[in-house]
Structure formats: C-alpha cells, structure tokens
C-alpha cells in the first residue's frame, strides 16, 4: 500500500526542493513518524514543543479534511493523497 | 495625492520572527498566520486626529496605519460608510443606545470587502503581479472584480458552485474571469493555496492575506471616530473567518496605545449562522479549539466550516467578556426584515445573521439597553434576494382609475373607519356600494 503526500511550497526547503513524496504509513501517527525518519528537518517544523502536530497544520485525504473521516483513527487507503495546507487558507467571505 | 504611512512589515504571531515586504502568509518555519507589525513610534507622528480628519473622507485618512507602499496614489473613495443611530430597531429590540455600522453601501461594490481589496490590490501592483484572484463567496468576488477592472489587472476569482446569481453577475459584469467550483468554500480555498503556490498569481486573500486583512481595521477607526473619538462598550460582528472582529478590536487597541482614544475595555460580541457556527460553538464551549463544520446555512457568505481565524476569534471574544451566538435560517431572514423595517437599511442574509443574534443578545441580558453597541453590518441585500423569494408576491396589477384602487384598497385593508368614509364621502368620493 502506499499513498501520496503532498507538501505546501513553504516547505519544500525542509525537504531538499521535494513538493511530494510516497509513503507506506497506514495512518497519521503512522505518517508523522515517516517524516520524523525521512525529513527530520521537517518534522521539527510541523511538530510543536509536545511532539503534537502544529494547530495550523491542516491535513486533507483526497478532498476531504481528515477530521472529518475520524482523524487519527483513519486507516489510509492505497492511493490516498494525502496534503498538508496551512490553517491560512479560509476565513475571507 | 500620495499618503505616507508608517514603517511595516511581516510578523509571525507565533514565533515572532519578521520577514519583511513580500507576498507570503503564512510562517515558512511554523506555518502560523503572519501579521503587519508597525513602527508604532513612527506612527505617533503621523497617525494623529489632525492629519486624519485632515485627509479625505475615505479609508485612507488612515493610510499612516495601513501596509500601503511608498509612492501609492489611491484615488478609490472607499469606506467611510455611515454609523446610523438604530433607534426604532432599538425600541423593538430593548437597546437604547444602538448604533449600525452600514457597510452594506461601501464603495464600489456594496459590501466591506472593497475596503479590504483596495489595501491588498495596492500590494498586488507593488509586488508585480499581473494576475490577481481571491477564493470567495461572492462579497470578495465581487471587490476583487470591480477593482482589479479599474487597476487593469487580470482577475481569476474562485468560487462554491452554489453561489447566490446576484453574486455571480455582480462579478462577470467587470469582465472577470469568474471559475465555479464544485464544492464548498473550504474545498475552493485549500485550491487557491494551492494555485498559489504553482502560479505566480497575487490572491488577495491567500498569499496577499496579512496586507488585505488590514484593510478591515478601518471599521474601527471610523467607529471610534464617528463616536466622536471614543469607544463603543460593545461591538457585533458577523464571522466567517473570524478576521474582521479581531481586526476591529487591533483598531481600538492601537488607538488607544497612540492616545486618540480614551482607554477603556470593548466587548465583542460574535454572530454566526447555526448551520455554519465553528467558532460560536468553540465560544459557547469555552474553548478556542475549532472543530471544522460542513456549511448548511442560507448565510453563504458565512459559511466557511474551518475559518483560519477562528481559534484567535474565540480567543480574543471571550477574552474581552464578549460571547457569541448562532441563529437558524428562519431568523436570519426575520432579521433582513427587521432591519429594513425599522431602519430603512436592506441587509445580506449576513446581516440577518448579526441583527438577530444582537437581539438575542440583548434578550438574554448579555448586554444591557444603556451600553453603546455597535453593529456591524457588512453586506447589501440586493445581493441576497433569493433569500427572500418566499417571503413576497406580486400583488395584481390595478387599472389606473380611482374606484379601482378604492376597491383594491378594501381587498387589503378591509372597509374604511366611518369617519374615514364620511370624510370621503364630503369629498365627493363614493367608497361605499
């Protein structure tokens, strides 16, 4: 199984000019620990003091914003993109 | 006529790192919304009662307080939009000293989105584009188009399917480029930072969004201003992403620091619609952790169901003392009526939204009848008149002689008093058959 990941260009510089990648993870926590091997200049960017995901992080699954599909709890399907967009995005009637 | 303003630039709110002048809005280390810091030392020079009510009767009587780069010459009369004193709406609500903020006829394009654009389009030239767009549920569209026709810029302007017709021509008319997407706000926004991000294109509320969001504190300026230089005790603000009523609250705090105005504590008071309500539920649940929501409400102007402000709002709401309410489809259109009926002021299904929630408010004692309250009003009803398309029908047609207005006035009224009749009757005017 494996899905797409893709990243806002704000942080491409933590990921050597990479705006997507592949994974295997089979959720979240599962996601964020690949980056936390794969790009460790981005997981200290995207994680907070606790190690949790940043609150401006937004992260979508295919169209869908995944606390809508359970959060954390969703199991990934084979390939899933899966975006990370800044919270900056919405808000302007 | 050129405007100097006061030294600025980017400032994450997070991690409080500066980046300078670009087009950028969101932290590249954190991600955090950033802001426009000002030299605030500068800005006691230039930011005075003098040279504001020196200037012209428009949002850049405040341009010593706004990102507005060297060498620009605004020459669009935006803002300076009424505060009407709302005594008949007051009596029937329980205020006595209630006052309306009508931007439902700010130039050019009827709403507070063009005090907004104009700020960010100013930036747009600066910065270079020839391209600009906005994500929007019609008001912004609607700016953006009208605006960038007479900077002669290109205009791409990304909206929900569903928009409201008026919303829709009131943008093609200006001869932009006008995409519908097949989705709610949220889905067309997270598109734009996408389309952002590929394309060099300046969108005025994505990557251009901490120059544009500044434009909203001029409500402020002029309300402290149209007070006769002072504060109001509360203030009720429409959310959608939650922007605005923080910006209000930014205009009261820096006039208060350059000593314009007395200080004293405002309360903000939030409204939303129930079927897109993420930042009054966070409120009522005394959290500012908002949980995205999926729109289902005729306030369409309001509906983003994950507003990128909203944890500052809920925040800064509760923090003032204020709260926030959210009201269902059938009060937000008692609300237009209420207002048009009482105040001669014709609202967006937005502005039924804040009417009715400021009556709730004071009908559940948040605020008290002597307290000044503000509300603000951010868009024209002519915009939203589907929303009441169940609410009137064309009366018949009546010919064009006396008897038969006489009788069409029966139909309505019924029969006339007898004394009414007797008078009539003296008149030489036969009512009675």
Partial sequence: MSIKVVLPAAFVRHTDGQKQFASTAENLPGLIADIDQTFPALSTQIKDEGGKLRKFINIYVNEEDIRFLGGETYAFQDGDEVMLIPSIAGGSR | ?433
């Fill in chain 2, 1 to 433: 006529m050129e405007y100097s303003c006061s030294a600025y630039e980017l400032k994450c709110n997070e991690c409080g790192k500066r980046f300078g002048n670009q087009p950028l809005s969101a932290c590249p280390d954190c991600l955090a919304p950033l802001e426009i810091a000002y030299d605030m030392e500068l800005a006691r020079v230039t930011f005075t009662r003098a040279n504001i009510t020196a200037g012209p009767f428009n949002i850049w009587r405040y341009a010593a307080l706004l990102p507005i780069p060297a060498g620009f010459q605004p020459d669009l009369p935006v803002g300076f939009t009424p505060l009407v004193r709302a005594k008949n709406l007051g009596k029937r609500i329980g205020a006595k000293n209630l006052y309306i903020k009508n931007d439902a006829v700010c130039f050019p394009t009827l709403s507070f989105k063009d005090r907004v654009v104009s700020v960010a389009l100013a930036n747009a030239q600066k910065f270079g584009f020839d391209v600009v767009g906005c994500s929007s549920t019609g008001n912004l569209a609607n700016s953006v188009a009208a605006q960038s026709a007479r900077l002669g810029l290109k205009a791409t302007i990304l909206v929900p399917a569903d928009l409201e017709p008026a919303k829709i021509l009131n943008t093609q008319v200006y001869g932009a480029r006008l995409v519908r997407i097949d989705g709610n706000y949220d889905h067309v926004n997270r598109l734009c930072t996408q389309i952002a991000d590929e394309y060099n294109w300046g969108f005025v509320n994505v990557n251009l969004r901490p120059y544009y969001a500044e434009g909203s504190k001029t409500v402020g300026y002029e309300i402290a201003e149209q007070l006769g230089w002072r504060l109001p005790d509360n203030v009720v603000c429409p959310m959608a992403g939650g922007s605005l009523i923080r910006k209000i609250r930014k205009a009261f705090n820096e006039l208060i620091e350059l000593g314009l105005v007395e200080d004293k504590p405002v309360r903000f008071f939030g409204a939303q619609a129930t079927g897109c309500s993420p930042i009054s539920t966070a409120v009522k649940q005394g959290t500012e952790d908002i949980l995205p929501q999926r729109p289902n409400t005729i306030a369409r102007s309001l509906a983003i169901g994950n507003p990128a402000d909203g944890p500052a709002a809920a925040k800064m709401i509760r923090a003032t003392g204020g709260w926030a309410e959210d009201v269902s489809d059938i009060e937000i259109v008692s609300g237009m009526q209420e207002l048009a009926e009482t105040e001669g002021i014709f609202t967006e299904t937005a502005g039924g939204v804040t009417i009715a929630v400021t009556a709730r408010l004071y009908a559940h004692g948040r605020i008290s009848p002597d307290e000044t309250t503000v509300v603000c009003i951010t868009g024209n009803g002519l915009k939203t008149t589907d929303a009441l398309s169940d609410q009137y029908h064309p009366e018949r047609a009546v010919r064009p002689r006396l008897v038969d207005f006489d009788e069409y006035l029966r139909e309505l009224d019924g029969a006339p008093e007898p004394e009414l009749a007797e008078e009539l009757a003296i008149a030489g005017v036969s009512h009675v058959h």
